[in-house]
């Protein structure tokens, strides 16, 4: 099993200049490959319309990471003189990441790789060399730069390398959240979580008036950190429109004044991003701590915020780090996390007598069924569905043994797909109330 773990640097001024400059000479390997790439095709459709036979063509660009590696370590001499500078992987994870990405075109996993920008994200991975922990459990240790402050003890990743039962494989240098981060990424044995009796079963409903709504009857507050912040966001980013920022058609450089305003505006997004992900975590473990089996909708988020008039309710309140959170949080606890089809009408069943309607708008927050005469809150009603979802998959996988054992046949713990009506298919969109 990898993990990361990641920790924020508390790097001098001449650390942060080399941390930059390795960021850059990543970024320049990146484009020079991109650009060799793009070359290359462009070389080789100007020769198809010129009636050139394939034979003839000059042949296909390797786009292995290891090929790009090569033929940079050819012209790196000529191309960037001060290459010296900087660790010899800053220029190879420029070509591993466009492989990467490449791939990822490839597969139709994303779209065709851009050239890359110093306002993109700044980042720099190593895979060899002089890195690891420190001196002490106060630091970390990068190639060409040395010893690097943290702001965090390393003891939870120093005490599982020192046992013997980690193995830090490679470590990225990146600035986020205001600040510059490493992450290590370490090889940890895979987890052997204690069994659970599977009795404890939730359905959990996300929404927008409510974070989340438990089959339980229980509704998590959604703090909306981001509506909380407008105010002063607002008037952060008008002082900094006031100022003189940077212009690329005139070549206008930003002034002081202007960049400790975009600092300001920067601090506060960074504040809102870390209340949210602390929230998420506090709620996720605590569902992972109380239940043995977790059922959630799989809402396709991307879709959703196609909605221009919720689009910035459904950012805020972080749908998808709730998802992430309990694929590896469940996993890692022997908790069943059953995932069900996002064209489950859980919001539109009944959840007494089983009744289905045709048409349920966004706007009826209080579900009535026709049929029972049931009448209760829509998010609880979809919340309890889906705990019954769970329950039917759990009772038709669990098997009691006479030792009071639980056995799932060709079930593991984490994230699964229960039988019936829970699916793995991804339709392309979905529509904000379509549920």
């Known amino acids: 099993m990898i993990r990361a773990y990641l920790f924020a640097l508390n790097p001098t001024e001449s650390q942060v200049e080399q941390f930059r400059s390795h960021c850059g000479a990543q970024r320049f390997a990146y484009n020079w490959a991109l650009a060799q790439v793009k070359a290359n095709w462009n070389q080789r459709k100007a020769e198809e319309s010129y009636g050139i036979t394939e034979t003839d063509r000059i042949p296909w660009i390797n786009t292995s990471a290891y090929s790009l590696r090569k033929a940079w370590n050819q012209v790196k001499g000529e191309v960037a003189p001060w290459w010296v500078e900087n660790s010899k992987e ?49 630091h970390v240790k990068l190639p060409r730069i040395g010893e690097v402050c943290t702001l965090e003890s390393t003891r939870k990743l120093a005490r599982k390398v020192e046992a013997g039962t980690a193995r830090i494989m490679s470590v990225t240098l990146s600035y986020q959240r205001g600040r510059w981060h490493v992450s290590f990424s370490v090889e940890l044995p895979d987890p052997e979580p204690a069994p659970r009796s599977g009795g404890r079963v939730v359905g959990v409903d996300l929404g927008i008036k409510t974070l989340a709504t438990l089959s339980t009857g229980e509704q998590i507050p959604n703090p909306r950190r981001l509506i909380a912040a407008q105010q002063q966001l607002r008037r952060a980013q008008r002082v900094m429109s006031r100022r003189r920022g940077p212009d690329r058609r005139s070549g206008q450089v930003p002034s002081n004044r202007w960049r400790k305003a975009q600092e300001r505006v920067e601090c506060l997004h960074t504040r809102v991003a870390n209340q949210r992900r602390d929230y998420a975590h506090k709620f996720t473990s605590r569902l992972v701590d109380e239940f043995d089996t977790i059922a ?140």
């Open 90 to 138: 800053a220029y190879a994870s420029g070509c591993a990441n466009l492989a990467t990405a490449l791939g990822n075109w490839r597969d139709g996993r994303a779209r065709m790789p851009r050239f890359k920008s110093k306002r993109d994200r700044q980042s720099c991975r190593f895979t060899t060399g002089a890195f690891g922990l420190g001196r002490d459990r106060r």
């Open 296 to 435: 959630i909708e799989d809402l396709h988020v991307a879709g959703m915020v196609r909605n221009r008039r919720l689009a910035r309710h459904i950012a805020d309140a972080g749908w998808g780090e709730i998802r992430r959170q309990l694929d590896y949080k469940t996993s890692a606890a022997g908790v069943r996390l059953i995932v069900a089809d996002r064209w489950f009408a859980s919001s539109k069943t009944c959840s007494g007598c089983g009744t289905a309607k045709a048409k349920l708008m966004l706007s009826e927050r209080t579900y009535a069924c026709a049929a029972c005469g049931l009448v209760l809150d829509r998010d609880h009603n979809a919340a309890l569905n889906l705990a019954a979802l769970a329950a039917v998959d759990t009772a038709q996988l669990v098997r009691e043994q006479p030792d009071g054992t639980c056995v799932r046949p060709g079930i593991t713990p984490g994230s699964e797909i229960a039988a019936g009506r829970v699916s793995d298919s991804t339709p392309p969109r979905e529509r904000v109330g379509a549920r």
